[in-house]
C-alpha cells in the first residue's frame, strides 16, 4: 500500500485544515455544544454546499464526488483536530456505508442524493445495551401484510435526536435485518441524553408499533448481521481517523502552552522532562495515524470489493487494530495535555478538557481497546486453528 498523500489528497487535506481552523475555533465548539441540536446549521449547510465533504465518497451517479475512504479519513482527522459539532460522522460513516452496502439502486438512488447535497442527515441505531457487536442488536422485527412491525429501544444513537433517516437494526426469527426508516415515522420516539462529552450528542429511540414498507428493508431479510459487523468495522476505521486528529491537537496545545509557561527564568519546554513527555506524545500521534491510515486503505478496498468477502477479509484485523490504538493515543495525549497544563488544564477557559472528554467517550464508543484486542486474539487463534 501507498501510504504517500497523492497531490489530490494534500490539497484535501490543507483546504480542510484551513477552513475548520476558522470555523470550528474553541469559541466556535463551545457555542454549538451546549445546543440542543449539537451544532450550527448555517455552518452544516456551508460543509454541504460550499465543501461539499458530505457527498465524497458517494458514487457519483448518486451525486457524490465519487473519492475513497482514505480521502474521508483526511477530512475526519481534522475534524478531530477541532473537534467539529456537526452530523457528519453519524450520517458520513454510519448510515451511508450502510446504504452503499445493503441497499438496493432505488434505495441509493432516493437517498444517497439527499445526503450528498446536505438535505438530510442520516444515522445508525442498532444496540439497545452496552455492548457493541451484533449480539447488542435486541429490537425486533415481525412480518405484517407486505410490510414489518419494528419494536424495542435503541441507546447510544448519534445524532439520532435530529437525523431525518434511521438506519435500524432488528433481531426477527431469520435473524437480524436493516431497514432505512425515517425519523418521522409514527411511533418513533427520540431523546437526547446528557453525555460526558458534550462536543457530540447521543439519543436514545424507541420504536413502539413502527410498521414500515418492504421498501424500507435493506438488503435481504435475516441477512443483515454480516452487513452491519461491516459497517461497524468501517465506522472504527473512520472514528480511529479522527481520534488521531484529536491526540494531534492535544500535543500541539501542549507544545504552545509549555512554550509560554515561564518557569525560573525560562520556557517549560526546555526542561528536560517536559521534552520527554512531549516526545512520548508525538510517537503515540505517529503510531496513531499509521493505524489509521492503514485501516482506511482497507476500508477503501473493502467498500470498492462491495461485500466480496475475500477482499473484506482484512477489515476487521485492521478496523479493530486502529480502534485500540487510535482510542489509547488519543487519550494518553489528552491526559498529558491536561497535566503538562498545569494547575489550568482542567479549567473551562482552557481546551484541553475538551479532548480530554472527547477522548474517554471516544474510547468506549464502538468497543474498548481491550474488547478489540480480544476479537483480534480469537481471530488470529481460529486462522491458526
Known amino acids: 500500500m501507498e501510504f504517500a498523500f497523492s497531490d489530490e489528497q494534500d490539497m484535501i487535506r490543507e483546504s480542510a485544515e484551513g477552513f475548520l481552523a476558522d470555523v470550528s475555533d474553541s469559541v466556535a465548539v463551545r457555542a454549538a455544544m451546549v445546543t440542543e441540536l449539537g451544532y450550527d446549521p448555517k455552518l452544516w449547510q456551508r460543509l454541504c454546499g460550499e465543501m461539499v465533504w458530505p457527498a465524497i465518497h458517494i458514487p457519483e451517479q448518486y451525486g457524490g464526488l465519487g473519492l475513497g ?12 483536530r477541532r473537534l467539529l459539532c456537526s452530523p457528519f460522522f453519524a450520517t458520513a460513516c454510519l448510515a451511508t456505508p450502510a ?3 445493503a ?5 441509493k438512488s432516493r437517498w444517497l442524493p439527499q445526503i450528498a447535497d446536505g438535505s438530510l442527515t442520516a444515522t445508525l441505531a442498532y444496540a439497545s445495551d452496552n455492548r457493541w457487536g451484533v449480539d447488542a442488536v435486541q429490537a425486533t422485527v415481525r412480518g405484517e401484510g407486505e410490510g414489518f412491525v419494528l419494536d424495542g429501544v435503541l441507546r447510544h444513537v448519534v445524532d439520532g435526536h435530529s437525523a431525518g433517516l434511521l438506519v435500524v437494526a432488528a433481531r426477527g426469527e431469520q435473524g437480524i435485518s ?3 426508516v425515517d425519523a418521522a415515522t409514527s411511533g418513533v420516539t427520540r431523546s437526547l441524553k446528557p453525555t460526558l462529552d458534550q462536543t457530540r450528542k447521543l439519543a436514545e429511540v424507541t420504536l413502539s408499533q413502527v410498521y414500515v414498507g418492504p421498501d424500507a428493508l ?6 443483515g448481521a454480516t452487513l452491519l459487523q461491516t459497517v461497524l468495522q468501517l465506522a472504527c476505521a473512520a472514528q480511529a481517523a479522527e481520534q488521531t486528529g484529536g491526540a494531534q491537537q492535544a500535543l500541539d496545545l501542549t507544545l504552545a502552552y509549555t512554550a509560554e509557561r515561564q518557569q525560573f527564568g525560562r520556557s517549560i519546554a526546555s526542561f528536560q522532562a517536559i521534552k520527554h ?7 503515540e500521534v505517529e503510531c496513531a495515524r499509521s493505524a489509521a491510515y492503514y485501516a482506511a486503505c482497507v476500508a477503501e478496498e473493502a467498500l470498492a470489493a462491495n461485500g466480496d468477502a475475500v477482499v473484506a477479509a482484512e477489515l476487521p484485523l485492521a478496523a479493530a487494530l486502529a480502534k485500540a490504538r487510535c482510542s489509547e493515543a488519543f487519550f494518553h495525549c489528552a491526559a498529558e495535555s491536561i497535566q503538562l497544563h498545569g494547575g489550568v488544564g482542567f479549567t473551562w477557559e482552557y481546551d484541553p478538557h475538551l479532548y480530554f472528554k472527547r477522548a474517554r467517550a471516544s474510547e468506549a464508543f464502538l ?10 486474539a480469537a481471530a488470529l ?4 486453528a
Open 218 to 223: 435493506l438488503g435481504e431479510v435475516g441477512q
Open 367 to 376: 468497543g474498548s481497546p481491550s474488547w478489540h484486542r480480544e476479537r483480534i
Open 69 to 80: 475512504f482514505v480521502e474521508l479519513a483526511i477530512l475526519l482527522e481534522q475534524m478531530g
Open 277 to 283: 513527555r512531549a516526545a512520548d506524545m508525538m510517537l
Open 381 to 384: 487463534l481460529g486462522e491458526s
Open 99 to 101: 446504504l452503499l452496502l
Open 103 to 107: 441497499g438496493s439502486e432505488a434505495q
Open 178 to 180: 436493516l431497514f432505512a
